[in-house]
């Protein structure tokens, strides 16, 4: 008998200023002995994320992940081992997405006198996909390619003794390209950061030094090979005062923010962005002023509005204290809120800079740790510039003995999901992480979603959700299946129909681009994606919004 699986997600809007206060809820994601820090994390597209951090319970430091979820922690207790212990390993490690559901870490170590990177790609089980060695250069960086390899960028030293920034390519089976330049220019060139450009590419940051520090950008194609020369200054009036922070926004353009003192040379920084897609600026070449106002505004932290502009957050001393403010600048450059940004607390008192994460729907979740007890707390504003928890955000967790560096990552229901370093445990460090509904509610407690039926041996999800331009559709089978996929409207209509394919165990990802089955734009609503096979069913909802 043929059984129909209905796949329905809905996505609830904050609607409250629910403060939440209290440490019962929080995750215990490593507890294990001697110290665990410096968390990082990334959304797991499925409603959970993979945590890694540094860990030294084997009396070396090693790399450790987790894989959450709502329900709790999914791999081995206190986590899977990344690395061996080795005290010539070099953090931080690099922490991304693999783009397919896994996850991509990339490190480097000293070992017998020799510096190694290495590479591995785990699947959402646990298991390892593939792991790449080769010589090389200290902190590797990975953006995935979107078929399963991944693009390798790193600096290393030229027999003069200048440093000058690498890549090679990694293919699906872990197999490596040799090695090739993608800026060769005179001073040195350290420390890069990618990311992946949604095509097959990446974007390439690193900084620059040629009498003064000034972060440059490359934009590098699927074969690791440079497209803008040796690369673009992002600040050409080398006023640069900070690292830069970048995301990738849904039009494939990269967006950068940085402190900049070029207002007052050798005075207090202001924040600055610059939007890139070609081999120039989008915005003013110089950068686009986010915040000008008095004291000196530094760690901003940048997301995607999902319309071609962003939103920013940063520390900013002009009250006295030091506060938390956030801009929203337009596809065009110009900025939506008050002149120099709107304050997202009232009383706080920052002891991290910000980290930020879009809630889906043209806004942004900012957190950070407050010396109001040592606790985590998260504020969510709107695309309008409204904040959605509150005058003071929410306190994730307010446990003794302080949490610090909080990590971020979207549960694609416009909420969030935290990871922090915790000092409760008085003999060491531990990883604890958090869960915030969309209305602030702090929760890590397991509950059944009633807009959302599972039956045994399938599950699926969509992120984003609500969407505005695309969305992945991923379906998870406990055994291999042929799944058809539709959807239809709120009154049954079918809109898409996609052909019936044979699907692996696991992780299979369907995109679905706002679009009917002629390409025709659909309107603004509620839709329902049904699948279907011969043993089990699910049932989820999507919101488009436009």
């Given at each position: 008998?043929?059984?129909?699986?209905?796949?329905?997600?809905?996505?609830?809007?904050?609607?409250?200023?629910?403060?939440?206060?209290?440490?019962?809820?929080?995750?215990?994601?490593?507890?294990?002995?001697?110290?665990?820090?410096?968390?990082?994390?990334?959304?797991?597209?499925?409603?959970?994320?993979?945590?890694?951090?540094?860990?030294?319970?084997?009396?070396?430091?090693?790399?450790?992940?987790?894989?959450?979820?709502?329900?709790?922690?999914?791999?081995?207790?206190?986590?899977?081992?990344?690395?061996?212990?080795?005290?010539?390993?070099?953090?931080?490690?690099?922490?991304?997405?693999?783009?397919?559901?896994?996850?991509?870490?990339?490190?480097?170590?000293?070992?017998?006198?020799?510096?190694?990177?290495?590479?591995?790609?785990?699947?959402?089980?646990?298991?390892?996909?593939?792991?790449?060695?080769?010589?090389?250069?200290?902190?590797?960086?990975a953006a995935h390619n979107g078929a399963g390899g991944a693009?390798?960028?790193?600096?290393?030293?030229?027999?003069?003794?200048?440093?000058?920034?690498?890549?090679?390519?990694?293919?699906?089976?872990?197999?490596?390209?040799?090695?090739?330049?993608i800026c060769s220019a005179s001073g040195d060139q350290f420390?890069?950061?990618?990311?992946?450009?949604?095509?097959?590419?990446?974007?390439?940051?690193?900084?620059?030094?040629?009498?003064?520090?000034?972060?440059?950008?490359?934009?590098?194609?699927?074969?690791?090979?440079?497209?803008?020369?040796?690369?673009?200054?992002?600040?050409?009036?080398?006023?640069q005062d900070g690292p830069a922070r970048m995301v990738v926004?849904?039009?494939?353009?990269?967006?950068?923010?940085?402190?900049?003192?070029?207002?007052?040379?050798?005075?207090?920084?202001?924040?600055?962005?610059?939007?890139?897609?070609?081999?120039?600026?989008?915005?003013?070449?110089?950068?686009?002023?986010?915040?000008?106002?008095?004291?000196?505004?530094?760690?901003?932290?940048?997301?995607?509005?999902?319309?071609?502009?962003?939103?920013?957050?940063?520390?900013?001393?002009?009250?006295?204290?030091?506060?938390?403010?956030?801009?929203?600048?337009?596809?065009?450059?110009?900025?939506?809120?008050?002149?120099?940004?709107?304050?997202?607390?009232?009383?706080?008192?920052?002891?991290?800079?910000?980290?930020?994460?879009?809630?889906?729907?043209?806004?942004?979740?900012?957190?950070?740790?407050?010396?109001?007890?040592?606790?985590?707390?998260?504020?969510?504003?709107?695309?309008?510039?409204?904040?959605?928890?509150?005058?003071?955000?929410?306190?994730?967790?307010?446990?003794?003995?302080?949490?610090?560096?909080?990590?971020?990552?979207?549960?694609?229901?416009?909420?969030?999901?935290?990871?922090?370093?915790?000092?409760?445990?008085?003999?060491?460090?531990?990883?604890?992480?958090?869960?915030?509904?969309?209305?602030?509610?702090?929760?890590?407690?397991?509950?059944?979603?009633?807009?959302?039926?599972?039956?045994?041996?399938?599950?699926?999800?969509?992120?984003?959700?609500?969407?505005?331009?695309?969305?992945?559709?991923?379906?998870?089978?406990?055994?291999?299946?042929?799944?058809?996929?539709?959807?239809?409207?709120?009154?049954?209509?079918?809109?898409?129909?996609?052909?019936?394919?044979?699907?692996?165990?696991?992780?299979?990802?369907?995109?679905?681009?706002?679009?009917?089955?002629?390409?025709?734009?659909?309107?603004?609503?509620?839709?329902?994606?049904?699948?279907?096979?011969?043993?089990?069913?699910?049932?989820?909802?999507?919101?488009?919004?436009?």
């Amino acid at each position: 008998m043929r059984r129909c699986i209905t796949l329905i997600v809905l996505s609830t809007l904050g609607m409250g200023s629910t403060v939440s206060s209290g440490h019962g809820d929080d995750m215990v994601v490593c507890s294990a002995t001697e110290h665990q820090y410096g968390p990082s994390i990334v959304s797991d597209d499925m409603g959970g994320a993979y945590v890694v951090w540094s860990d030294l319970r084997n009396g070396a430091r090693a790399y450790y992940a987790q894989r959450i979820a709502r329900s709790g922690v999914q791999w081995t207790s206190d986590g899977l081992p990344v690395s061996t212990p080795n005290n010539g390993a070099e953090a931080p490690p690099s922490v991304s997405t693999d783009g397919l559901g896994g996850l991509l870490v990339a490190w480097s170590e000293i070992t017998n006198g020799q510096r190694l990177m290495f590479t591995r790609r785990l699947a959402p089980s646990g298991n390892t996909v593939w792991m790449a060695q080769y010589p090389g250069g200290p902190a590797p960086t990975a953006a995935h390619n979107g078929a399963g390899g991944a693009l390798m960028m790193w600096h290393d030293y030229t027999p003069s003794w200048f440093a000058d920034v690498y890549a090679r390519t990694v293919n699906e089976t872990g197999y490596a390209s040799l090695n090739r330049v993608i800026c060769s220019a005179s001073g040195d060139q350290f420390w890069p950061k990618a990311l992946p450009d949604g095509l097959g590419g990446a974007f390439v940051t690193w900084d620059d030094v040629g009498g003064f520090i000034v972060t440059f950008v490359q934009h590098v194609n699927a074969s690791a090979f440079p497209m803008w020369g040796n690369g673009i200054s992002i600040s050409p009036t080398q006023t640069q005062d900070g690292p830069a922070r970048m995301v990738v926004d849904d039009q494939h353009h990269l967006i950068l923010a940085w402190p900049d003192t070029r207002n007052e040379p050798w005075g207090p920084s202001d924040v600055f962005v610059q939007r890139m897609g070609t081999s120039s600026a989008s915005w003013d070449s110089n950068g686009v002023a986010v915040c000008t106002a008095m004291g000196s505004q530094t760690g901003p932290s940048v997301v995607s509005d999902g319309t071609g502009g962003a939103i920013v957050a940063w520390h900013d001393p002009r009250s006295g204290a030091s506060r938390l403010f956030a801009q929203r600048v337009d596809v065009t450059g110009t900025t939506q809120w008050l002149t120099d940004g709107i304050p997202l607390c009232g009383e706080c008192v920052l002891r991290s800079m910000p980290e930020i994460v879009s809630d889906g729907t043209g806004g942004a979740i900012v957190t950070w740790s407050d010396q109001r007890g040592g606790d985590v707390y998260a504020q969510k504003v709107t695309a309008a510039g409204q904040l959605a928890w509150g005058p003071e955000g929410v306190r994730v967790s307010s446990a003794p003995g302080g949490q610090n560096e909080p990590k971020i990552a979207p549960d694609g229901s416009g909420g969030a999901i935290l990871v922090w370093t915790d000092g409760r445990d008085s003999a060491d460090l531990d990883i604890y992480a958090g869960f915030i509904d969309s209305d602030g509610t702090v929760t890590r407690v397991a509950s059944v979603d009633k807009d959302r039926h599972t039956s045994q041996g399938i599950d699926v999800r969509v992120s984003p959700n609500p969407l505005r331009t695309s969305s992945s559709i991923v379906i998870r089978l406990s055994q291999p299946a042929m799944v058809g996929v539709h959807m239809t409207d709120l009154s049954g209509r079918i809109v898409l129909r996609r052909a019936e394919q044979e699907m692996a165990s696991g992780l299979t990802t369907v995109q679905w681009n706002g679009q009917d089955s002629h390409g025709r734009r659909l309107p603004a609503g509620m839709y329902f994606v049904v699948a279907t096979t011969r043993e089990s069913s699910t049932t989820t909802r999507v919101a488009l919004v436009r």
